[in-house]
């Protein structure tokens, strides 16, 4: 087909997905690519709605009800955190990727520039760790920084 007949269908498909609002886009790039970032099964980045944290978007989680725990907006900066077998806590109400449960959470708080929180880009694993690499943590502050900009 030449390029100046373009089909009525795909016109309009274009036109609506150019439409469409461009930071859900940026929030699923942003939780694809943090988990690929640690080689993680699972991320989600949530939002403070006034009453805790909405999951805006996630993969390889399903966060009930769309609420994230609202403990993970009271931590500042980036938490590591590494949950034993049986131990209650945040991991616990997230629950895991598939039959096991999440052992390792990693959550950075994203802020504006005034230092009011905004929310969080979290990144689970069912394997415990003992860290971030140091690239990984770089990787994962400016994954947030690009977040706060697309806010």
Do not use: K, N, W, Y
């Amino acid at each position: 087909m030449p390029p100046g007949d373009a089909r009525p269908d795909r016109v309009a498909l274009v036109s609506a997905h150019a439409a469409a609002p461009p930071a859900e886009t940026g929030f699923d790039d942003t939780v694809l690519l943090a988990r690929e970032l640690l080689g993680a099964p699972a991320a989600f980045l949530a939002l403070a709605d006034g009453a805790g944290l909405q999951v805006a978007a996630q993969l390889g989680i399903a966060a009930p009800g769309g609420r994230a725990p609202a403990g993970l907006l009271e931590r500042g900066g980036l938490c590591q955190e590494h949950v034993e077998q049986g131990e209650s806590g945040i991991l616990s109400v997230l629950g895991g990727a598939g039959p096991r449960p999440f052992r390792f959470l990693a959550a950075l708080r994203l802020e504006s520039r005034g230092g009011v929180p905004l929310g969080t880009l979290c990144v689970l694993d069912d394997a415990p760790r003992a860290g971030l690499t140091p690239g990984q943590e770089a990787g994962l502050h400016a994954l947030g920084r690009r977040t706060v900009g697309l806010l």
